[in-house]
């Protein structure tokens, strides 16, 4: 043991390591059997004041830290109190706020929250929902990267139930929490038509991601309702970050017949987007609509006009479900869509030069 400059104690690292206490020392300490002690850490109720006191005052002095995970193989409902959320990627600003979300809500059901990025990649996803399970989490939040779900129908029917975020599940049935893609694109592309703007063009993300899926039915559906043609090249997807997304603009602006205003269908590639414009000084000449807020939106120039999902209401939306699962709700699977907001901010509202 050393004694730094500011006065604190500190362990080298070839000092021996401090056994952790164990429920036999707690029960040593106390005066109590094992058995009791167990039954205080897992708050059984007829353990009398006394010896609650004693195993409590023991637990303090040695610093004891019960094993969780064993502990929950003796409760009688067999709950850890924890929930894994596998998301795309935790630091894209909608995973971020959607793992708020769930951790709000899961602190009311006295639960923690093991988060994990899935990074599009169906084997990692294999990966972490069985590392999860192997951890006995109560159940699993999931914004999905494999194209077949099939593989959690076992775990579902042994006890540990999935809600879907974001994205529905695919060979299987089990509850969804989404937000209405289709009609949130619609009203975006609609928007951008209403200020004057016939040469309108979709970037988006991966085309295998269903909600990329929705989001191009969504433009088709306003350019047919407006009587636009969708020109060739107009649709570009499989833009998986921003540079991918700032060259597919550059590569726009350059065509022969450049789009007037842009519908980003995901808050990476909006940045991209935003970026290409910003390069080359026509930011505040064409319109952007985006899909999906992100940080700073309201403070670039011009602000940035967005299809706002309510990412807060998902989260929470989804912990209601998988604790009603968790519960004992054994009834059919739903989906429940949460509604989207045009936030308008300038950048959709740019009209397009005369000429156009």
Known sequence: MSVHHDGMERRSASEE??????MKDVAALSGVSIKTVSRVINGVPTV???????????IVQLDFQ?????????????????????????ANPFSATLSRAVENAARDHDTLVFTGSLDEDPQRELELVRAATLHRVDGIIIAPAAPDHGYLHREIRTGTPAV??????RGL????????????????????????????????DARTISTVGERVAGYRAALAERGLPERPGRVVQDLPDTASAARAVA??????????ALFTAQNLVTIGAIQALQERGL???VAVVGFDDFP?????VPRVTVVAQDVMRIGALAVRRLFERIGGDHAPPREDRVPTTLVARGSGEIAPPPTA
């Open 17 to 22: 390591p401090v056994r952790r206490a164990t």
């Open 173 to 204: 049935a089990a509850d969804a929490v989404l937000a209405t893609n289709t009609e949130g694109a619609r009203e975006a592309v609609l928007h951008l038509a209403d200020h004057g703007h016939t040469e309108i063009a979709f970037l988006g």
């Open 48 to 58: 009398s004041d006394e010896l609650r006191d004693r195993v409590t005052r023991a």
């Open 164 to 169: 879907f975020v974001d994205r529905p599940p």
């Open 251 to 260: 590569a726009l602006l350059d065509s022969a017949h450049p789009p007037t």
């Open 283 to 285: 930011h505040e000449r």
């Open 296 to 300: 700073m939106a309201d403070l670039l």
């Open 66 to 90: 019960p094993n969780l995970a064993a502990s929950s193989l003796r409760r009688t409902d067999g709950a850890t109190r924890q929930i894994a959320l596998l998301l795309e990627d935790v």
